[in-house]
């Protein structure tokens, strides 16, 4: 099979769903979670029967609390999202939610706090993708032939850009129809996938360099394309069974857990394409005068 030689149309999927993506998130923005903004988490457990979500939010909504978001919890709970309440206010939306309804959980985030928690989760991002630049350019730092080591750093870099624009999209696009938003369990999921993807990324680039040193193939193009002939099944067996047990818990986790995992899921499918199409297509691709 000569992957390389469908590289250009996987390729343009690629181009044509991340395009699609940033178009999505321009368009329609990604909603932060009361993490970053300020806001209070209340989770109740119900003793008896647990109300429908609609029935809660018709409770809610005479009341200014800003409710943002109300999802099933378990069996018999609910967790609710609101804007900063004062303790009256908390107070309040229990007696409301009636006397069956047991609180077990109420967290209140500042909007200075969140402004802050922004501001780290996106400098943790910044330093990932600095981290994982320099990485690949250290682990390859001896492949100055046929090309340069950052060339490597580069294709490892643009499928990761991929694997995370992808699920970012897709984000936007649940919270323009359904208000799901960005919280801290998504930011963790984006981190693991750039994580799972520059290791899907390197071990293929590993038996590139391996066939490399041992003179396999004709020229470059050829060497990349038997590497990922022979890493071709394994990737796609580990992706597979990995990406199983996510989607479990897509559908049988729970609301907790459902985004969290949704997006994991994405970005692992993106991960395992971006791996055997984008990043090899980058590297076998000459810059402009020849540089890297």
């Not at 709970?77 to 804007?83: A, D």
């Amino acid at each position: 099979m000569k992957i390389l030689d469908y590289s250009k149309y996987c390729l343009f999927l690629s181009v044509v769903l991340v395009v699609a993506s940033i178009f999505a998130i321009a368009v329609f923005g990604l909603k932060p979670g009361i993490e970053f903004t300020g806001g209070s988490i209340l989770g109740v457990e119900y003793a008896k029967e647990r109300p429908s979500l609609e029935f809660v939010r018709g409770r809610l909504a005479g009341m200014d609390v800003g409710l943002v978001s109300a999802q099933e919890a378990g069996e018999q709970g609910i967790i609710l999202r609101m804007r900063d309440l004062s303790e009256k206010q908390h107070q309040a939306v229990l007696t409301v939610l009636g006397s069956d309804a047991r609180e077990v959980r109420f967290e209140s985030i500042g909007p200075v706090i969140g402004k802050e928690l922004r501001g780290k989760s996106l400098i943790l991002l910044m330093l990932v993708l600095g981290a994982i630049t320099l990485y690949v350019m250290f682990a390859f730092r001896k492949m100055r032939q046929p090309v340069h080591p950052f060339r490597w750093s580069l294709a490892a870099l643009v499928a990761l850009l991929h694997d995370i624009l992808i699920p970012l999209g897709a984000l936007a696009v649940l919270g323009a129809m359904y208000g799901e938003q960005i919280t801290i369990p998504v930011v963790v999921a984006l981190l693991t996938v750039a994580g799972y993807s520059v290791n899907d990324t390197v071990v293929i680039f590993d038996r590139i360099r391996e066939n490399f040193l041992k003179k396999t193939g004709t020229d470059f193009a050829d060497t990349v394309r038997k590497g990922l002939e022979q890493t071709l099944v394994r990737s796609v067996n580990t992706s597979l069974t990995t990406l199983l047990v996510v989607l479990a818990i897509v559908f049988f986790g729970g609301e907790t857990l459902r985004l969290f995992a949704l997006t994991l899921a994405i970005g692992m499918g993106a991960g395992v394409w971006s791996s055997l199409f984008v990043a090899p297509f980058v590297l076998t691709r000459k810059g402009k005068f020849g540089l890297i």
